[in-house]
């Protein structure tokens, strides 16, 4: 296990701070991903890290934009540490998706395919449960 986890969740609350999912429902740990990949001269510091459940940090890989579907552009992907989750997106209780209200929103709901039917799924249960949003 990464030794800076505990510090990386804590300061997530528990939660995949791209997607939100409650990391207490899931029966392994979230992973502690790079914000910038080491690949593209991202560091091993605790501020280039993010807590992310698996599929967020797959889809993720080592990208840092995406395209907002809406103006066709491409944009950064959402950056944990520099920027606030509700400025970007918003949970939709009544479909249980994630929208993006912004172009880094929406590009980072595409490229993270965080509206993909098992997600919605798990998310109306979450929801129901009272562990979303």
């Given at each position: 296990m990464n030794p800076?986890?505990?510090l990386v969740a804590e300061r997530a609350k528990g939660r995949c701070e791209y997607?939100?999912?409650?990391?207490?429902?899931?029966?392994?740990?979230?992973?502690?991903?790079h914000l910038l990949p080491v690949s593209?001269?991202?560091t091993d510091q605790p501020d280039n890290f993010a807590l992310s459940r698996n599929a967020c940090n797959r889809y993720k890989s080592d990208f840092?934009?995406?395209i907002d579907p809406e103006t066709g552009q491409e944009v950064g992907l959402f950056r944990p540490r520099n920027e606030i989750w509700s400025e970007h997106f918003q949970a939709?209780?009544?479909?249980?998706?994630?929208v993006g209200i912004s172009p880094t929103g929406r590009?980072?709901?595409?490229?993270?395919?965080?509206?993909?039917?098992?997600?919605?799924?798990?998310r109306r249960r979450w929801i129901l449960l009272k562990l979303f949003p």
């Open positions: 800076l986890c505990p997607c939100h999912a409650p990391e207490e429902i899931f029966n392994f740990a979230f992973e502690v991903e593209r001269g991202g840092t934009t995406g939709t209780i009544e479909t249980a998706e994630i590009a980072t709901v595409a490229r993270l395919q965080m509206n993909r039917p098992r997600q919605i799924i798990a």
